[in-house]
């Protein structure tokens, strides 16, 4: 039957879009008059409601697009369907954002928040959401570290670091205005995200006080929309790879570079010309072995599949969103089990989510909210092994150590090194494994209570919350034994047991099991609060008053609950949302600190002039809809101490026993600890900024724009500049100052092209800090100083080539005293004091700090009729990246080919590297000897992620459904860095390390979402 209106039942049909066409699915559609009448539209943006009042009016509402009241009788005058066009608020005049225990609108904003729906990010197919955020939020610096199946979420910040703690530049995490933690956070279904928004200026962090000075992450989940049940399934399944495979030399060329080493040092060659020659042919495959021992332990790719169910609608009185998902996310090592014990050796990572949030609807005036989830995650890894480290470290595996396996089938080992470890395929077949077990538990309730009765506008709303965490780690394995391994000897066809430090015996003894309690911890939230938001024809007031009170348990450790309780208060004003102001404030406390320091009063003043609503500017330059100057200012704490939890306490350690008299007396000791510190309190941070919002031609072109200052004092630092005669250690002291600068922000321009609607944007962040005060000792010369320096400023030795065999005879040339004779080839270091010789005293700054200053993000989205596409890249620089150890020193990680282009005398003038050498402390090691040499000044370029969808007309679609969606998407698709001409590691590795940490992942998908 077509879709019409049936006179005699009143039931209306029609379809909710947007501007471009596309249509809009959980829009609310009201019968006006009749608020318990209600339906919601279905992902084809289709409704049908049957009316039950005489208005023959409906009324629809969409997050982020303006209300519209539709006459039924009217629009169904030529029309066999009523449609609806709604216009999009996004980046105008009344785009709604979250901020700090409430929402404004964009334009009568004063501070400096970026915001993204958690639809625009959904369908990237990473386990965590911070991973999807980096290069769509300006402010937003991520760094994922490690590609392990679920220990991969990126570390990150907002508008960089400021703090001289590294713990204390984590920002606050808030989710529907519950404290989180990183480790929370990382776990949440993005399915049941609504939208996250950063807070990052005085104007808007100050609200929460001592815990603010490191911005704010906001995400709000979504909640139930009145109408009948819509049920939404999605279920995706892709494949990962690493983002870059190492390359590392075949036996006979890491044999080669061995003898030249050997040569270098003075020793004997350790291959014969037979040896190399049969490493070269592969013709003794059990004496002469070849082995990549990555390609022989890692998978091509591994799988992941995610898969979620929500349900969602009511009616006015009670509403409902309930939402369960199941991610799994299998890890890249083969399966070297028998099949017969059941063991999986592997990483992998399952996660089970289930949410369920509740409103309703009492009476006009008072709503209650009940919301409760729980996350389910499992974390496996081989027991007391870390394989990429195992596959990197030559010290403990050569390719020509052993066979993968012998001809017999039992397991080898490295003969040929110190350790004589089975071979890694071995220790995976019978190590055992390692599993994290965590549960986590939230509820929530609440209530809002309307209070117009006394003054409208006025409300009172409170909440309770309680947050739980239990993880255990369960070990499976055979602690402290190897299996059985044999060296063959194929010249007699003899195996000889391994009876080594690493040896198994003859018996592989039985799995053992062992428990553990990580963590078990209770976090109770309580809020009250009066909200007050009213119009008084052209002035608009709103203000809060909060009570907010936290205990947090931490019954693993028997530690002292930490308390936390504060009062917070925000006033705004705005007259024709042109002249905008703002006043935010909050005087809470930790018992960190001593009664008489704990409490602290943190103001922040935010103001807006809104030029597009001047008159003048309105005749003058028409395209601008909002053109909106903002600054703000004010001053917000950190209470994150490092130490002892009461650092203002004497502490007294108890001390092994001691003996006195003439007979063993033994008696206990006590012996002092450092000094306390009676004055110790919070970090405070002056937060300066000041920003641009412009919105032009229709809103096709919006701008964000923000510069900000922000400056660090009185950070808890140890101090370094009292003489070690005082004989005790001393607390840390508020006296440490910083500062950050820079600026952020986004331009987007969106417009059509017939029926092709795109999207351009830049999103972009500049952050540079710089060390004004630390209590540092006074260097002996000004280049060994930190101060002046930006925080964690790597220092070491500047690299001005190789030493010739003439700089070895000319005293003019400086040189270390080592224990090693220095030789032509070494790497050569400049003398920044002019005394003659290299020492600590010319260690100078070198490079950049590892965490990148410049982020760079192109999101481009395109879409016709039911296609759409979305493209981000993402780019970092200004930082920089050196690695020691098995990534990269020879004899200690496996030979590559950046070794084939060391220094010789024939290749002294293109040399990319220096001299081999199998002694690790010569002043060619990165560990003993850093210098700017193994610094890459790095940048790097992503395809971060790309997703193609397809809308299922309603027609093709089968039984009850009435959406459908096919979607590709992929994540870190391609990669772009200078780092890869150095070293065999992801630009975002940490440096100064050993790069050893599970490669990232690129992940490409394939996914189906049905509705009805």
């Known amino acids: 039957m077509p879709i019409a209106l049936q006179a005699q039942q009143r039931i209306i049909s029609g379809i909710v879009k947007d501007t471009a066409g596309n249509t809009l699915g959980g829009a609310s559609i009201t019968e006006k008059g009749m608020v318990n009448n209600a339906a919601s539209t279905g992902d084809n943006g289709k409704f049908k409601i049957t009316l039950k009042g005489a208005s023959n009016t409906l009324i629809i509402t969409y997050l982020n697009f303006k209300k519209q009241e539709i006459n039924v009788q009217e629009n169904l005058k030529n029309h066999e369907q009523i449609e609806v066009v709604l216009e999009n608020t996004t980046s105008s005049l009344d785009e709604v954002i979250v901020v700090g225990y409430g929402k404004k609108k964009r334009i009568t904003n004063t501070g400096s928040v970026s915001t993204i729906s958690a639809s625009e990010i959904s369908a990237v197919p990473t386990s965590n959401i911070q991973n999807a955020l980096s290069g769509e939020m300006p402010g937003f610096f991520a760094q994922q570290r490690s ?144 082995i990549n021992w990555y390609d022989a332990i890692m998978k091509k790719s591994s799988v992941q599949a995610n898969t979620n169910l929500d349900i969602s609608g009511g009616s006015q009185s009670v509403k409902y969103f309930i939402s369960g998902g199941a991610f799994t996310q299998n890890g890249g090592v083969k399966n070297f089990s028998d099949g017969n014990d059941g063991v999986n050796t592997n990483y992998f990572y399952k996660r089970y989510n289930v949410r369920s949030n509740l409103d309703i609807q009492v009476s006009s005036t008072l709503s209650l909210r009940l919301d409760m989830t729980a996350r389910f995650g499992d974390i496996n890894q081989p027991y007391n092994q870390n394989v990429i480290s195992n596959i990197y470290d030559f010290t403990k595996y050569h390719p020509y150590s052993a066979p993968f396996l012998n001809p017999n089938g039992s397991y080898a080992y490295a003969i040929d090194t110190k350790s004589q470890m089975p071979t890694i395929n071995a220790m995976l077949a019978t190590g055992g494994y390692s599993r994290q077990r965590r549960s ?86 309580a809020q009250l609060y009066l909200n007050y938001d009213r119009t008084f024809g052209v002035h608009h007031f709103s203000s809060l008053l909060l009570w907010n009170q936290e205990s947090y348990r931490d019954d693993q450790a028997a530690a002292v609950p930490q308390k936390f309780r504060g009062y917070s208060f925000r006033f705004g004003y705005d007259y024709r949302q042109k002249y905008l102001i703002d006043f935010n404030a909050a005087y809470n406390g930790s018992d960190r600190f001593q009664a008489s320091s704990r409490n602290g009063f943190f103001p922040a003043i935010g103001l807006g002039w809104n030029l597009a609503q001047e008159s003048i500017f309105k005749k003058a330059l028409t395209a601008f809809r909002i053109f909106k100057l903002r600054t703000s200012y004010g001053i917000v704490g950190s209470d994150v101490a490092p130490g002892n939890q009461y650092l203002y306490n004497q502490v007294y350690n108890q001390g092994a026993g001691y003996s006195f008299g003439q007979t063993d ?69 508020n006296v440490a100052k910083t500062i950050n600068r820079g600026w952020d922000g986004q331009i987007t321009y969106k417009d059509n092209i017939g029926k092709v609607q795109y999207s351009i944007g830049l999103v972009w962040s500049v952050a540079k800090n710089k060390i004004i005060y630390t209590a540092e000792a006074q260097p002996r010369y000004p280049w060994l100083a930190v101060t002046g320096r930006p925080i964690n400023q790597p220092f070491g030795y500047k690299n001005i080539g190789f030493y010739s065999q003439s700089d070895l005879t000319n005293p003019n040339v400086a040189k270390p005293i080592t224990a090693i004779p220095i030789q032509a080839g070494d790497l050569k270091y400049k003398d920044l004091n002019g005394d003659g010789v290299i020492d600590q005293n010319d260690m100078g700054p070198i490079g950049k700090p590892n965490l990148p200053n410049t982020t760079i993000g192109v999101p481009l989205r395109l879409g016709y009729k039911g296609w759409s596409m979305n493209v981000l890249f993402q780019g970092a620089y200004g930082y920089s990246l050196g690695l020691i150890g098995t990534a990269i020193e020879p004899f200690q990680s496996q030979f590559q080919p950046i070794h084939q282009k060391r220094w010789t005398p024939a290749t002294a003038a293109s040399a990319e590297f220096p001299r081999l050498t199998s002694n690790p402390t010569t002043i060619n090691s990165p560990a003993a000897y850093m210098s700017d040499f193994w610094l890459i000044d790095a940048h790097y370029l992503r395809l971060k992620t790309l997703e193609v969808s397809y809308q299922l007309s309603r027609k093709s679609l089968p039984l009850k459904i009435n959406s459908g969606r096919i979607y590709f998407s992929a994540y870190n698709l391609v990669t772009w860095s200078n780092v890869t001409k150095k070293y065999q590691q992801d630009p975002e590795v940490t440096s100064n390390s050993a790069g050893d940490s599970y490669l990232n992942q690129r992940v490409v998908n394939l996914g189906l979402q049905v509705g009805f």
Do not use: C
């Open 665 to 733: 007396q033994t008696q206990g000791t006590i012996s002092e600890g450092a000094l306390s510190n009676n004055n110790v309190t919070w970090e405070k941070a002056k937060k300066f900024d000041v920003g641009l919002d412009m919105n032009l031609a229709n809103d096709k072109i919006s701008l964000t724009v923000d510069y900000f200052h922000d400056e660090r004092y009185d950070q808890l630092v140890t101090r370094q500049d009292i003489p070690e005669i005082l004989g005790i250690g001393v607390a840390p002291e």
């Open 440 to 525: 986590d538990y939230n509820v929530l309730v609440g209530f809002n209570k309307k209070l117009d009765a006394i003054t409208k506008g006025l409300s009172l709303i409170g909440r309770v919350a309680y947050a739980g965490v239990v993880q255990n780690t369960l070990n499976l394995a055979r602690p402290y034994a190897f299996p059985p391994s044999y060296y063959y000897n194929p010249a007699d066809g003899s195996y000889h047991l391994n009876t080594g430090v690493s040896s198994g015996g003859y018996t592989l003894i039985g799995y053992r099991t062992i428990g553990n309690t990580d963590l078990d911890n209770q976090r109770v939230n």
């Open 147 to 290: 590609g392990q199946p679920g220990k991969d979420a990126s570390d990150y910040f907002i508008r960089g670091v400021s703090s001289l703690n590294s713990g204390g530049n984590q920002p606050l995490i808030i989710v529907d205005d519950i404290e989180y933690t990183y480790d929370q956070l990382a776990q949440i279904n993005v399915n049941e995200i609504e939208s996250i928004s950063i807070l990052k200026d005085a104007s808007t962090t100050a609200i929460y006080g001592i815990k603010g000075a490191n911005g704010v992450l906001v995400v709000t989940t979504r909640r139930g929309v009145a109408g009948k049940p819509k049920f939404n399934i999605r279920g995706e399944a892709g494949a990962q790879s690493p983002v870059r495979t190492p390359k590392f030399l075949d036996s006979y060329n890491s044999a080669v570079l061995v003898n030249e080493a050997n040569v270098n040092d003075g020793l004997t060659q350790t291959f014969s010309q037979n040896d190399l020659n049969l490493f070269k042919s592969g013709t003794d495959p059990y004496g002469h072995p070849n």
